[in-house]
């Protein structure tokens, strides 16, 4: 069975200095994986994702995550974080072995609050 | 192109009642998945349909079902409500099952059961 975790409940930064949000996952074979970020009252927006190929992936609003498989990490990055960046982050992974299934299994979610 | 839209986005309902939620996935996607979001079980699968055949089903009980439409519009349904049925219920919609394309989501219908 597939799964992730996200070991950081909360993670705080100022305005301005690099942020990470850590995510560590279990399937088997090698993975899809996705970040999504969700608003308050608002669903889930894509973030990026790692199919294959590079290991660090870049997608919206200035993020990028690395992926590690010795490790089995997949951490969201970025370089210089904003008061805009606050909100609620989910990792979640995807079983490809598993033919035609949509299923994606989530962490339990990072809030992230940038400090003015 | 649209977004993945969710009507109602808000809705409450008695304990007992049935309820049901719509989704129109982006225009041209034909796999809609449906997800449970609750503060103490986080994000949950529950349902994925495809070409209007459901392919994936998650943990929960029966009074959860759902259906899907020539058009690729999905409907959840939950029967007999109950308190924890509680929840924000997205609904999201991928491009080919076949490939890893993301999923996009709607905005959600927020439950409450009373």
């Known amino acids: 069975a597939q799964s992730v975790a996200q070991p950081e409940d909360q993670v705080n930064v100022a305005e301005g200095n690099p942020l990470t949000v850590k995510c560590t996952y279990s399937?088997?074979?090698?993975?899809?994986l996705f970040w999504y970020v969700q608003y308050p009252n608002r669903g889930l927006q894509f973030l990026l994702k790692?199919?294959?190929?590079?290991?660090l992936v870049k997608g919206s609003y200035g993020f990028e995550a690395e992926f590690n498989k010795s490790q089995t990490s997949f951490h969201l990055k970025k370089p210089s974080a904003l008061v805009s960046d606050s909100a609620l982050y989910f990792c979640?992974?995807?079983?490809?072995?598993?033919?035609?299934?949509?299923?994606?299994?989530f962490g339990t979610g990072t809030r992230l609050t940038i400090i003015p | 192109k649209a977004g993945v839209t969710q009507t109602p986005r808000y809705l409450i309902k008695t304990r007992g009642q049935q309820v049901t939620l719509s989704c129109s996935p982006i225009?041209?996607?034909?796999?809609v998945s449906w997800y449970q979001q609750t503060p103490g079980q986080g994000l949950q699968f529950l349902f994925e349909?495809?070409?209007?055949?459901?392919?994936n089903k998650g943990n929960f009980p029966g009074r959860f079902s759902g259906r899907q439409f020539s058009n690729s519009r999905s409907e959840m349904n939950v029967s007999t409500l109950e308190l924890g049925d509680s929840a924000l219920y997205l609904c999201?919609?991928?491009?080919?099952?076949?490939?890893?394309?993301?999923?996009?989501f709607g905005p959600g219908t927020r439950l409450t059961v009373t």
């Open positions: 225009s041209g996607h034909r796999s």
């Open positions: 399937v088997s074979g090698n993975p899809y």
């Open positions: 790692y199919i294959t190929g590079d290991n």
């Open positions: 349909y495809f070409s209007e055949t459901q392919r």
């Open positions: 979640a992974v995807r079983d490809p072995t598993n033919f035609g299934n949509e299923k994606l299994t």
């Open positions: 999201a919609s991928s491009q080919q099952s076949e490939m890893a394309y993301e999923q996009y």
